[in-house]
């Protein structure tokens, strides 16, 4: 994308408002994040938040049951843990509320931990490596972003996941790398 120069500002500081106004609203049709944006910071404060909180889970949700390519089913689990922290990072770009991200991320990580621990520590580590980088950023938001009481909802939670990765993942350096608790 290319910066936005003096004579671009200077053109749109002499626009009027009614092609201000034409201008937002072309945008906001075209660009899905911008119309979000809009809602969130200029609209509708107040809703607008918890309405795409729970378009992202519905959107994860449909992720969640898509079929994804893959040679195995830990392949598969990893494109499949790419596309919905894909769709995670959409939403934090547009709602800084880093409590709903949080939520997002535990709601993805359930998919690997549900499911039996000797998917983890097979030949297929990238599967393995997907998870770690979600349960990192799940950690760095809890411990930078997050106020401390919100650190003892997730706790138990957290723990027991970082248990399995270390027990099952430890060969992985991005593993190695967690913390042993939160």
């Not at 598969?76 to 409590?99: D, G, H, I, Y």
């Not at 919100?150 to 939670?157: A, F, L, P, T």
């Amino acid at each position: 994308m290319d910066p936005i120069t003096e004579q671009i500002k200077c053109k749109i500081g002499s626009l009027s408002r009614n092609e201000l106004e034409k201008l937002v609203l072309k945008a906001a049709s075209k660009h899905k994040e911008f119309n979000a944006f809009l809602r969130v910071n200029y609209i509708d404060k107040q809703s607008a938040e918890a309405e795409l909180f729970e378009e992202a889970k519905a959107d994860l949700d449909k992720l969640m049951r898509k079929s994804y390519k893959g040679f195995s089913q830990e392949l598969q689990l990893a494109n499949m843990l790419t596309a919905c922290n894909k769709r995670v990072m959409e939403f934090s770009k547009v709602c800084k509320n880093k409590k709903s991200e949080t939520d997002l991320l535990m709601l993805i990580l359930e998919i690997p931990f549900s499911l039996t621990s000797k998917m983890l520590g097979t030949c297929f580590t990238v599967f393995d490596y997907k998870v770690a980088l979600i349960l990192k950023k799940v950690i760095t938001l809890i411990n930078t972003k997050l106020h401390p009481d919100y650190k003892i909802e997730y706790q138990e939670k957290i723990n027991r996941y970082l248990n399995i990765m270390h027990s099952t993942s430890n060969h992985i350096d991005t593993v190695y790398a967690l913390p042993d608790e939160l």
